[in-house]
């Protein structure tokens, strides 16, 4: 079946960066576009960016241009996202999901199982 | 940017009522980028509705979506324990993708 496998958890101190993986498997990994949403503690989801696996261009929102770095290894199906200079307001559940679009429209589905990332120094 | 607004923040409904949630946007979103999910604690968020109205795989029909322009709704017709959970509305459409603050559903 299609499914997305993150990382386990993480901990940093302020200023470190962190790299989370996201596994695809059970479809063609270069065919279809990944998105990075993160979700603060009690908090909703905040939207951060796109990978395209198939040529590897990338885009994010603006508010983490020059922090946060999508790449892809097409060998393994992975995809990873970089955080630099971590501050405590980045403590969140980082997720992957992959971008459908049928006749119907486009839609997230399906979603990694998230990833906690704790910045404490 | 596209702002989605949902409402209410809390809905405190018992078992076997019909919920009601709004998601208003900013601006015209286009019914094929509207989609609302489920998330219940500890787990991923969960597709339940895409282009607006059509129903994700595996989604009982007691979920249906409506709307279009800058108003959308999604209505659970006849609420089970199971449902009672954070509901959240989401654009494609404008760069950056955006989603609504949640919906709260919980148990009177």
């Known amino acids: 079946q299609v499914q997305l496998v993150q990382s386990g958890a993480e901990v940093k101190k302020p200023g470190a960066s962190v790299k989370v993986s996201c596994k695809a498997s059970?479809?063609?990994?270069?065919?279809?576009?990944i998105h990075w949403v993160r979700q603060a503690p009690g908090q909703g989801l905040e939207w951060m960016g796109i990978i395209y696996p198939g040529g590897g261009s990338t885009h994010y929102a603006q508010k983490f241009q020059g922090r946060v770095t999508m790449t892809r290894d097409t060998s393994t199906s992975t995809v990873y996202m970089e955080m630099s200079s971590l501050r405590s307001e980045d403590t969140a559940v980082y997720y992957c999901a992959r971008l459908n679009f049928n006749s119907g429209g486009y839609y997230y589905d399906p979603w990694g199982q998230g990833t906690l990332v704790t910045v404490s120094s | 940017e596209v702002v989605l607004t949902q409402s209410p923040g809390t809905l405190s409904l018992s078992p076997g009522e019909r919920a009601t949630l709004s998601c208003r946007a900013s601006q015209v979103v286009s019914s094929s980028h509207l989609a609302w999910y489920q998330q219940k604690p500890g787990q991923a968020p969960r597709l339940l509705i895409y282009?607006?109205?059509s129903r994700a795989t595996g989604i009982p029909d007691r979920f249906s979506g409506s709307g279009s322009g800058t108003d959308f709704t999604l209505t659970i017709s006849r609420l089970e324990p199971e449902d009672f959970a954070v509901y959240y509305c989401q654009q494609y459409g404008t760069s950056p993708n955006s989603f609504g603050q949640g919906t709260k559903l919980e148990i009177k």
């Open positions: 059970g479809y063609t990994f270069t065919s279809y576009y």
């Open positions: 282009g607006a109205s």
